[in-house]
């Protein structure tokens, strides 16, 4: 048994595998977000680049290019868990992310080939692959975390959101008026997707034990802390598919994560196009701004995280009210901005770039607020309910720009703009009171290891009982029937007398 150890590192492998989750999710973000720029560079090369190929896509076109990457990254989410369970997070990771760096390589070639519908058919790999990988982050952060440092390892790793959106927006547009021209994106993101790969394969571990690098003292306060014996990454633990799909807990995350997604994917994948056409910004600028909500987005998080930490380390509020908390900070003022954000026009530039600041960087709290909570709803199966619950989430970024292609018929018309903004900003309220509502971070009873055995022991115990019960009312009817003919014979033998 995993005996206490009496101090942990103040740095140890533990945030080392925080830390290179978070370059990971970085270089796949930059992977997944820089066509946002690429697109409005690869069809308007006058503002950009005249040396390289201009193509004539209509929205219609374009939104499909934008959303098909989520065609293939819904469909693997749910097998994502799975994967990261069967064969760990280490391997998962890294042929996820080397395949997708294969895919931006080929990105260049395949669009002049065959234009945006190839580069849909690319983008769609690019998901499938990519879609496996948040999925066993959960699972890879839910063996590594301290249950007192599940905050700090958690916002650590999936601040590379943020950091993947600044360095795509910021870098792409700069990229694209170099002499690399809009093919250069896809060629930069490919090299750090390899990078990362090299760093990975030497210092990941699928858990504490298995890690060379550890120490004896910090392997043991990580197993401890999160109750577990030598013997225990040697199980295989079933899943309890009936009691997630009925644990209304995990349907209140379920719903709080996808009206962010909405609010959060709408602004990421239409904030270009949006400064493009009723701002009037030119692609450098564009990439620019573009990345500066993104960027507050990225410091506010750790704001939020000192503010989390406080709270629940000084038992001001409880885990399940400090998320809840923040989350409603992190929704319902973005929804609000998100209104006024389409009232402003091309003479109110500046305003509206502190707004969509203000906005994104405000939003960044729901990484702590909602995001980490499937980790306190059960550890044991964050890998599965993060692939169960991305598999709905990224159902949004499919139908977000989509929804755009329809309304958005012309880029430069404000009104259908703030159309699309105020549909966001009733999303973000209602997902957000369901999660106030019937949400919670306390650990669920079919985390348990022993779940279904403990199912089984009470329908046992049910059948006995309902056994010994049809026993005993069938020993009471049978003495009734042996009272009711005494009683007859009784009658008889008067009668003879």
């Known amino acids: 048994m995993v005996t206490p150890s009496e101090k942990a590192p103040l740095f140890g492998i533990r945030h080392l595998q925080a830390l290179l989750l978070f370059f990971n999710i970085t270089v796949v973000y930059v992977s997944r977000l820089n066509v946002s720029v690429a697109i409005v560079a690869m069809t308007n090369a006058n503002t950009t680049n005249p040396n390289f190929q201009e193509f004539d896509w209509?929205?219609?076109?374009?939104?499909?290019?934008?959303?098909?990457?989520?065609?293939?990254?819904?469909?693997?989410?749910?097998?994502?868990?799975?994967?990261?369970r069967r064969f760990g997070?280490?391997?998962?990771?890294?042929?996820?992310?080397?395949?997708?760096?294969?895919?931006?390589?080929?990105?260049?070639?395949?669009?002049?080939?065959?234009?945006?519908?190839?580069?849909?058919?690319?983008?769609?790999?690019?998901?499938?692959?990519?879609?496996?990988i948040f999925p066993a982050i959960h699972d890879h952060l839910a063996k590594w975390s301290p249950l007192h440092e599940r905050n700090l390892l958690g916002a650590l790793s999936l601040s590379g959101t943020d950091s993947g959106t600044v360095v795509a927006l910021a870098s792409s547009g700069l990229i694209a008026s170099s002499s690399?021209?809009?093919?250069?994106?896809?060629?930069?993101?490919?090299?750090?997707?390899?990078?990362?790969?090299?760093?990975?394969?030497?210092?990941?571990?699928?858990?504490?034990?298995?890690?060379k690098f550890i120490t004896p003292q910090e392997c043991k306060y990580i197993e401890t802390s999160l109750e577990r014996n030598d013997d225990f990454h040697k199980q295989r633990i079933p899943v309890p598919?009936?009691?997630?799909?009925?644990?209304?807990?995990?349907?209140?995350?379920?719903?709080?994560r996808c009206a962010e997604a909405w609010g959060f994917t709408t602004l990421q994948s239409q904030i270009?196009?949006?400064?493009?056409?009723?701002?009037?910004?030119?692609?450098?600028?564009?990439?620019?701004?573009?990345?500066?909500?993104?960027?507050?987005?990225?410091?506010?998080?750790?704001?939020?995280?000192?503010?989390?930490?406080?709270?629940?380390?000084?038992?001001?509020?409880?885990?399940?009210?400090?998320?809840?908390?923040?989350?409603t900070i992190s929704l319902w003022i973005p929804a609000l901005l998100l209104i006024g954000i389409g009232f402003l026009d091309s003479s109110q530039t500046t305003l509206a770039i502190v707004l969509m600041t203000l906005n994104v960087g405000i939003n960044g709290g729901s990484?702590?607020?909602?995001?980490?909570?499937?980790?306190?709803?059960?550890?044991?199966?964050?890998g599965i309910l993060m692939g169960l619950s991305n598999t709905i989430v990224n159902i949004v970024p499919i139908l977000s720009p989509l929804l755009v292609g329809v309304i958005v018929t012309d880029n430069h018309n404000r009104t259908q703009w703030q159309i699309i903004f105020a549909i966001?900003?009733?999303?973000?309220?209602?997902?957000?009171?369901?999660?106030?509502?019937?949400g919670t971070s306390e650990t669920q009873p079919w985390n348990s290891v022993d779940f279904h055995q403990e199912k089984d022991a009470e329908k046992t115990v049910c059948k006995q009982v309902t056994l010994g019960k049809a026993v005993e009312h069938l020993e009471n009817v049978q003495n009734e029937k042996k009272e009711e003919i005494g009683n007859k014979s009784s009658s008889v033998e008067s009668t003879r007398l």
């Open 180 to 211: 690399l021209g809009w093919p250069g994106i896809s060629y930069v993101s490919a090299s750090l997707c390899f990078a990362w790969c090299a760093v990975w394969l030497v210092f990941a571990a699928d858990n504490a034990p298995s890690s």
């Open 272 to 327: 270009p196009s949006y400064m493009n056409g009723v701002l009037n910004m030119e692609i450098k600028k564009n990439g620019l701004f573009s990345a500066l909500p993104y960027l507050t987005m990225w410091l506010s998080l750790y704001v939020y995280l000192v503010i989390a930490n406080l709270l629940t380390r000084r038992n001001i509020l409880s885990l399940t009210a400090m998320r809840k908390t923040i989350n």
């Open 58 to 84: 209509n929205e219609q076109q374009k939104s499909y290019v934008l959303s098909s990457f989520y065609w293939g990254y819904v469909l693997t989410q749910f097998p994502g868990g799975y994967l990261s």
């Open 241 to 256: 598919w009936r009691a997630i799909f009925t644990s209304v807990p995990f349907l209140a995350f379920l719903v709080g």
């Open 367 to 382: 990484t702590i607020g909602s995001t980490l909570n499937s980790i306190d709803l059960a550890p044991n199966h964050a």
């Open 424 to 438: 966001a900003a009733v999303i973000f309220f209602l997902g957000n009171l369901f999660y106030i509502i019937w």
């Open 89 to 132: 997070a280490k391997i998962t990771i890294l042929v996820a992310t080397f395949a997708s760096a294969v895919c931006s390589c080929i990105t260049p070639a395949g669009v002049h080939l065959g234009g945006w519908p190839v580069f849909c058919v690319i983008r769609l790999l690019q998901g499938l692959f990519q879609g496996v």
